[in-house]
Nanobody
Framework: ELHLVESGGGLVQAGGSVRLSCTASGSDFNDYAIGWFRQAPGKEREGVSCISNKDLSTYYADSVKGRSTITAFHAKKTVVLEMNALNPEDTAVYFC?????????????????????WGRGTQVTVSS
């Protein structure tokens, strides 16, 4: 099982960018898919993006597609999510999570209960 720590959140103006990092400790990092989720007050946790450390395949939710990039740095056991053109609807606590990669289907499913390891989250607030 991986231990995950997020960093990089903060207060950003609308139209700006944020770079979120998820650093893992533990073994077999390359066997996992790392996902980024977000949860706004009063809303359900939403899958934003994920990357497979096995084959580097990626998935983006429609809400961030075209303005986000997820990258894995295996030597540092770190996954970075960069989001651009932020708007107030992006305001949320962002969590990274890990799931053992089994097949391509898990990438687009992004079912929170299937992810066994979670970080504590980092707040992103976008001001209008």
């Amino acid at each position: 099982e991986l231990h995950l720590v997020e960093s990089g959140g903060g207060l950003v103006q609308a139209g700006g960018s944020v770079r979120l990092s998820c650093t893992a400790s533990g073994s077999d990092f390359n066997d996992y898919a790392i996902g980024w989720f977000r949860q706004a007050p009063g809303k359900e946790r939403e899958g934003v993006s994920c990357i497979s450390n096995k084959d580097l395949s990626t998935y983006y939710a429609d809400s961030v597609k075209g303005r986000s990039t997820i990258t894995a740095f295996h030597a540092k056991k770190t996954v970075v999510l960069e989001m651009n053109a932020l708007n107030p609807e992006d305001t949320a606590v962002y969590f990274c999570a890990a799931q053992v990669y089994t097949d391509a289907q898990i990438m687009s499913d992004m079912v929170p209960r299937e992810y066994g390891s979670w970080g504590r989250g980092t707040q992103v607030t976008v001001s209008s």
